[in-house]
């Protein structure tokens, strides 16, 4: 299969994913899930060198967000608050960062 097939495919079940994640799927389990499988073809099929670590940072950015607060002028990290991120939303950041990557390297590429 082309490589340009599959960035297809891959930004197809994307914009589905999303679409589904914004308005459609009130299903924590359903979202886990359908948010795993989007991230797994990624980095089986598209993955670009240095990917893996923008993900990672980019899955920590709504668990800093969620898990710290901030009283008294100071910034606490309550690891109680983790408890309530579903594992969509840091799944969901990291593939957002990583398919905004190659977006912009295929754009740039031609």
Do not use: H
Request: net charge positive.
């Amino acid at each position: 299969m082309k490589k340009e097939n599959i960035i297809v495919a891959f930004y197809i079940l994307y914009f589905s994913w999303l679409f589904t994640v914004a308005f459609l799927m009130p299903s924590l389990k359903v979202l886990n899930y359908f948010t795993g499988i989007v991230t797994l073809f990624y980095f089986v099929f598209l993955r670009e060198k240095g990917d893996i670590f923008l993900y990672i940072i980019a899955c920590l950015i709504p668990v800093l967000i969620g898990a710290t607060t901030f009283s008294q002028w100071q910034f606490k990290f309550n690891t109680n608050l983790l408890n309530y991120i579903p594992i969509w939303l840091p799944l969901s950041w990291g593939t957002t960062v990583v398919a905004l990557r190659k977006f912009f390297i295929l754009i740039n590429s031609k």
